[in-house]
């Protein structure tokens, strides 16, 4: 665990020099504007922020920085610095992500054990046509259409996010961000349960006399959830994606919003602070899906 | 099986505890809510930039002098003031009753400390090099405030609205240096103070109970909502949750009047949309009759009521109209008929040495969005109908083109656009001069810049007028950009809001307006 904890350093050091080549190679600089700054007056504010030193020189500058645990002040978002940023958008865009997450775990995984208890009746045929339909429809159109139909119409939802409405705000996104997963997870779920519902220790379990419920609860649930655990990972990093989307579209201030707007600003600082964050993190949690999934099965952890 | 239960309950969980409400006893406070295209980069005046910024700091501050809510210069922080007969001297006096949102007073100290911090090097202000024409700004009494300048400055009343020229508190810097903008830090002198910012969503303000006009400020609470794109604060507006928008969506622009008629403010505004030449290459270079050519051959009319169609004006100038002691003057075309246009500028495009068998090669540049692609598609067909050549279009991410636009490497015919700083044909005609910064053609005509130099020097309005409209003529004839139209501005205002003026340069202090009671 250790050495794999290591392992990660590197890629994590590849990832931040790649990405500070990325964002210095992209044409353009943070002060550039319609509204063209005096010479002296531009000349000044580079200055003022490095952007006149080599390319090397910004480079060691950053890094030492970033070793002492500073991700330098934003230059778009000038009363800020980037881990304020980061640490007001990323609990934000945790909640948003975690009820996507738990939402399309609960109705994908319920929706797909109970389509594939009813293989091949009309209720299975609504599930799977649904899941087609969710995967297929991108997030920008989802979002206008139900903002239109439960805020607009109908008022029974805001429709942005800075309204003072408490949890109500969140639903709107949520649902739209977990619509996709929901229709994977459903899908996942019912092959693998169809799967395992026809294998011979099932069919053991029902010839001693188990009720169905017990079978699924006690026998094929854990199985047949495997492939649904393994697409966790996959689930994560489309809903991280997915968040800079639904945060755009619903002007939620979460790290996607910084995220976009910082790349479009040529804010370096932004861009490399929530790129350094976001690697550390899903480095992180691939470790922590491989710790699970030796918990659930027993033969990962032996080899 | 249990760790993944016990993971979706926490997961569920941890979403709902956090959040949890808030509406509790801001009942009886009266809240606007209005919407913000763009998130302010900075509310420290020195470091802002944006118009978005601007707009919030008029809520937060108030500089000597200020703009009722239709557009004319009014009294601020300064209660009176005289100006000498050379027009080089003006003196204000400050309001004793002039508050910080701390209680102290407000004294001509304040501004010369601002006026310091804001042309020090190490403040980085983008606005710098505002106040280049004064020469001295100095504290006569705790009152009285006087400032000297370099030559004649007829917009000086103008510049001393803006934000980059209201006083700072001394204090707050000295606490909390450079990071002061901030909730619980700021110390303002407006009608309100910064209560709450977050970054990327809201940005809120109270009333600030100190102000010297608190008592005629009737919305205690201002909320300004982020909403960067247009069709979603379009909704937010439909459904209640924004009084006042920053911007009207074109798509739905027909929508938006058939449904919301009442409520749509459409105005003129000193911005102008125009399309540039780089002066420095071929085949724009030595060439202003192709550059007439191409100016001429676009149908601008129809452009506004076809392709934009929000009420904006064709631009034969370029210098808006509505601007304070000045007539814009027109290209010497503009009397003439689309048709009559278009034969000169045939004329003029086979005297440059083109024709159907040699055409023009060309690329049009512009950023990527909606309105500026029919803009470029439309001129595209104009010009392939009347000149018979045909243009490449190219978009490009905006921080890319204003690259290309800044290196005049590549780029033949780019998008561009300007807002008038202050209201004078300055903030337009100084842009072009060759020396300036912002003159992206690299336009330079030695004529035009005497003619501007000599406008600088009069006292007398004018004859600095005629100056500069002379200068203006010289500028048109030599084709250095295509002037497009003139930009409106565009907004939704909710019945229940009171106050609301249209101004030339969309100004619109939260202090002027007021909350009509609920029917």
Redesign the interface.
Known sequence: MLLRLLGAIPTLLLVIVLAFLMVHAAPGGPFDDERVLPTDVAANIQAAYHLDEPLPQQFTRYMAGLLRGDLGPSYRYRDYTVSELIGSGFPISLQLGALAMALALLVGISSGTVAALKQGSMLDRVVMSFAMTGISIPVFVVAPVLVLLLAVKLQWLPAGWSGESGFAKFVLPVITLALPQIAYIARLTRASMIDVLGCDFIRTARSQGLGSKAIIRVHALKPAMLPVLSYMGPAIAAILTGTVVVEEVFGIPGLGQFFVRGALNRDYTLVLGIVIFYAALIISLNLVVDILYGFIDPRVRQR | ?R??RRL?FF??L???A??????DG?ESLSVL?RGLNT?P????AH?A?SLQAADVLRDLGEGLVSFTSTGELTEGTAESWEVSDDLLTYTFHLRPEAKWSNGDAVTAEHFVFSVKRLIE??T???Y??FLVDVTELRAIDEHTLQIMLKRPTPYLLSLLTHPATFPMHPGALAEHGD?F??PGKMISNGAYVLTDW?????LTLNRNEYYWNNANTAIDEI?H?????E??EY??Y?????DITSSVPTDNFEQVRRDNGDELHIAPYQNIYYYGYNLSKPPFKNSPELRQALSMAIDRELLVEKVTGRGETPAYSWVPPGVDNYEPTVFAYAPLTQDERNQIAQTLYAEAGYSKQKPLRLELRYNTNDTHKKVAVAIQSMWRDVLGFEVDLINE????L???I?DKEVTQVFR????GDYNDAHTFLSILQSQ???N?PGYASEEYDALLLRAAEQADLDRRRLYMEEAERVMLADHPTIPIYFYVSKHLVKPRVAGWGDNVLDYHYSQHLSLKAAE
């Open positions: 099986m760790s993944i979706l997961l569920v941890s979403g709902v956090a959040c949890g409400g808030s509406d801001r809510n998130e980069e900075s509310l420290d470091k930039r090097p190490a980085a202000a983008f710098a090099q990071g903008a901030r977050v970054p990327g969503s809201v909320r909502h982020i909403s960067s794109q069709t979603a909704a937010r439909r459904a209640g949750e924004l991410e905006f921080q890319v204003l690259a290309n800044r561009s656009s300007w807002v300036n910064a912002a992206v």
